[in-house]
Structure formats: structure tokens, C-alpha cells
């Protein structure tokens, strides 16, 4: 199986900051590499799928990048509605496997 | 619009089988290319992916759960199925299913079903 592991597990931030969130494969997936956001109580919402790819609907200050084995979500000005928990999803092979979140808190 | 909204019991005994639905719309699983996918949360955890059934009837699964898992289509009535068979306390969580389009996976899900297996 592919392990994802996903940094950090807890991030505290402010309103209009920047932030990263990191997953890395224990092997190549070919950005085959999705991000959620789950908030509390609420299904999962696809931002970005294969990477880079903007899911229709979200907001532009939402990106993904990386290949081979490493890959970033980037938020890039902190709105309040995006204090949530967020995790990557590997979809190259199977079994898919996800990280084991991010919860973005307000500081 | 695609939607989809699981069902299942709620709650159930230790040894059981858990049957779960998946009903949707907005798409069709006869149609190239599409499949439903099931993953799982307990509360307060990280996610679990189960299985996949494809247009093509294509099964995958989750061999973490062995052979318990069994997914399953409805073309006709735009449903999909899985079952859980000797269910045990760790099977406790809330059940998701998810649209798989080719290589764009999962990208809208159902507001899950929250199931208890509890004596």
C-alpha cells in the first residue's frame, strides 16, 4: 500500500496568511493526488484533483502542486470559512489512501 | 446537479451484516467512465477507502478488509450497494460514497451515513 503522509497535523493561522499543507507518497503516484476539505460534521468537498487542477466552484486562492512523491496544497490569503480540516487522497494505485488531515485552526 | 445520499441501519449487533445504499442522480452508472466509490470515518478519524464498482461492473477493494466487503450496482434505479459481513465495533463510522469519473475521482460525495455496531 501507498502511505500518505500528511504535515502538518495542526496548523494554526490568521485571516489573510498564506499556508501549505504537504502530503508525501512512500512512492511516485503520478499526481494522481486530490485535496478535501471537510468541515465539521460535513461530507468532504473536492478543492483540487490530479494536482493542480482547480475543482469548478472554488475559490482561485486555493492551488496544488508537486509530482513524484511530494505534493502541496497552498491557501494563498486565509478567508474565514477556510478553517476546516483538510487531507489528500492517492488515487495511482490501489488501495486509494488518504493522509491523515490538517486541521487549520484560527489563531 | 449530481447527488448522491447513502442509507443503512443505523445500528447493529457484533456479527452482523451491514448493508448500505447508495441513491443518486446527475448520472448514470451504464454511462463510460463512471463509478461509485465507498469510503468510511470513524468520529474524529481519517478516512478509509473501501471499494470501487465501475460502468463496467469493475470491482475494487480494500484488502485491509479482506474478504468481508462486497459492492454492488443497480443500473436501472441509479444505486449502489456495499455489504460488510461479521461486523465488529471497528466497523462503527460514518459511510460515504463518492462519484468516480475515469481518472477524476471522487469528486462529489453523499452526506454519509452514520452507522453503530454496538450490543
Known amino acids: 500500500d501507498i502511505q500518505m503522509t500528511q504535515s502538518p497535523s495542526f496548523l494554526s493561522a490568521s485571516v489573510g496568511d498564506r499556508v501549505t499543507i504537504n502530503c508525501k507518497a512512500s512512492q511516485n503516484i503520478n499526481k494522481y493526488l486530490n485535496w478535501y476539505q471537510q468541515k465539521l460534521g460535513e461530507a468532504p468537498k473536492r478543492l483540487i484533483y490530479n494536482t493542480n487542477n482547480l475543482q469548478t466552484g472554488i475559490p482561485s486562492r486555493f492551488s496544488g502542486s508537486g509530482s513524484g512523491t511530494d505534493y502541496t496544497l497552498t491557501i494563498s490569503s486565509l478567508q474565514p470559512e477556510d478553517f476546516a480540516t483538510y487531507f489528500c487522497l492517492q488515487h495511482n494505485s490501489f488501495p486509494f489512501t488518504f493522509g491523515s488531515g490538517t486541521k487549520l485552526e484560527i489563531k | 446537479q449530481v447527488t448522491l445520499k447513502e442509507s443503512g441501519p443505523g445500528i447493529l449487533q457484533p456479527s452482523q451484516t451491514l448493508s448500505l445504499t447508495c441513491t443518486f442522480s446527475?448520472?448514470?452508472?451504464?454511462?463510460?467512465?463512471?463509478?461509485v466509490g465507498w469510503i468510511r470515518q470513524p468520529s474524529g478519524k481519517g478516512l478509509e477507502w473501501l471499494a470501487n464498482i465501475w460502468w463496467d461492473d469493475d470491482k475494487y477493494y480494500n484488502p485491509s478488509l479482506k474478504n468481508r466487503l462486497t459492492i454492488s450496482k443497480d443500473t436501472s434505479n441509479n444505486q449502489a450497494f456495499l455489504k460488510i459481513t461479521n461486523v465488529d465495533t471497528a466497523d462503527t463510522a460514518t459511510y460515504y460514497c463518492?462519484?468516480?469519473?475515469?481518472?477524476?475521482?471522487?469528486?462529489?460525495w453523499g452526506q454519509g451515513a452514520s452507522v453503530t455496531v454496538s450490543s
Open positions: 446527475g448520472f448514470s452508472l451504464s454511462t463510460y467512465g463512471m463509478g
Open positions: 463518492a462519484r468516480l469519473v475515469g481518472v477524476s475521482v471522487m469528486d462529489a
